[in-house]
């Protein structure tokens, strides 16, 4: 069981066994980089630590990895960068990034789908919320995910 992130071309591709699921995604609009406050999507090798939101519905607002009980409204005209529907909390297997946990580098959904396939984000990977709700039923704590230029 993995994930592959390509920056390049802004795609998640999971495989496990028989199952290849793959999905757009948006990364950081400032690019890659490790330093904490960087808002930059980091890259190398990282595991799944934490899955949440399984049972929280379609569009569910976390705020410090709780749900808030508020729905987002999809694709509204307020940009805010709001975190939905599912976390996948990742954390760095390597000295480069293994401050990922500290920075709070999730793979999550967004209020924002129209952005996802483009870079975006303040630093994790957005994905639409149905790819997240789908990908997160099938992703395991100590999945390996990949991130790659």
Known sequence: ????????????????RKVKLIYPVSTSKYGEGYKEGSLKTPIGKFEVCQKIGARAPF?????????????AKINDENHEDVITSRILRL?????????????????????NESTI??????GCIRMNNQDIIELHSHVKVGCKVYIRK
Not at 62 to 68: E, S
Not at 96 to 101: C, D, H, L, V
């Open 59 to 71: 569009g569910a607002i976390f705020k410090d990895r709780r749900f808030t009980g508020k729905l």
């Open 1 to 16: 069981m993995k994930i592959d992130i390509s920056i390049k071309n802004q795609a998640l591709t999971f495989t496990h």
């Open 117 to 122: 396939g483009q870079k975006g984000s303040i």
């Open 91 to 111: 954390k760095g297997l390597q000295k480069k990034n293994a401050n990922t946990y500290k920075r709070y580098i999730y793979i999550h959904g967004t209020k």
